[in-house]
T-cell receptor, first 112, second 114 residues
Framework: AQSVTQLGSHVSVSEGALVLLRCNYS??????LFWYVQYPNQGLQLLLK??????LVKGINGFEAEFKKSETSFHLTKPSAHMSDAAEYFC??????????FGAGTTVTVRA | KAGVTQTPRYLIKTRGQQVTLSCSPI?????VSWYQQTPGQGLQFLFE???????NKGNFPGRFSGRQFSNSRSEMNVSTLELGDSALYLC?????????????FGNGTRLTVT
């Protein structure tokens, strides 16, 4: 079964600093990978998805992720953090059986 | 376009009772899936339906069941509630449910079992 591992359950950054969230996947074939964000008391919102068209994927709210097959990674970055980026972020992989497998999540706090 | 709608938003039930949660997908979406989110286990897949057929089921006991109607609306039912069933239950819809089709999530139903 495919799975993802998110390194770091909690990340704290200063406003204006780089946000880097790490995700590694285990897959024997090129996977479909996603990043979702969850704000308090809300569902998950899609940030971006990788579907093999391009290794650098741009998403909403200034986020982007780079697919690196050699490192089996799909890290999420944002050059300059904003207070509104405080949320929980989930990396997910699709297993072609109509479901997503999610990582444990990384909570981002932004310091003023 | 309206998003995924889940009702109710909050539920409080007692152990041993049963509960039914409802989900209305985005118009035109035929795939509906359900996930359970808890602090300890994270996000876990419950089941997925497409055109009223269950195509996949997660590793949950038989007390958890679901169904999908001809208008793509879905319900999930949990019988004989246990304290451990307290969780946020998330419904998601997509156009096809296949691997590269992103899921669109509702805001969830927060179930508390006392």
């Amino acid at each position: 079964a495919q799975s993802v591992t998110q390194l770091g359950s909690h990340v704290s950054v200063s406003e204006g600093a780089l946000v880097l969230l790490r995700c590694n996947y285990s897959s024997s074939v090129p996977p479909y990978l996603f990043w979702y964000v969850q704000y308090p008391n809300q569902g998950l919102q899609l940030l971006l998805k990788y579907t093999s068209a391009a290794t650098l994927v741009k998403g909403i709210n200034g986020f982007e992720a780079e697919f690196k097959k050699s490192e089996t990674s799909f890290h999420l970055t944002k050059p300059s953090a904003h207070m509104s980026d405080a949320a929980e972020y989930f990396c997910a992989v699709s297993d072609n059986r109509y479901k997503l497998s999610f990582g444990a999540g990384t909570t981002v706090t932004v310091r003023a | 376009k309206a998003g995924v709608t889940q009702t109710p938003r909050y539920l409080i039930k007692t152990r041993g009772q049963q509960v039914t949660l409802s989900c209305s997908p985005i118009s035109g979406h035929r795939s509906v899936s359900w996930y359970q989110q808890t602090p300890g286990q994270g996000l876990q897949f419950l089941f997925e339906y497409f055109s009223e057929t269950q195509r996949n089921k997660g590793n949950f006991p038989g007390r958890f069941s679901g169904r999908q109607f001809s208008n793509s609306r879905s319900e999930m039912n949990v019988s004989t509630l246990e304290l451990g069933d307290s969780a946020l239950y998330l419904c998601a819809s997509s156009s096809t449910g296949v691997a590269n089709s992103p899921l669109h999530f509702g805001n969830g139903t927060r179930l508390t079992v006392t």
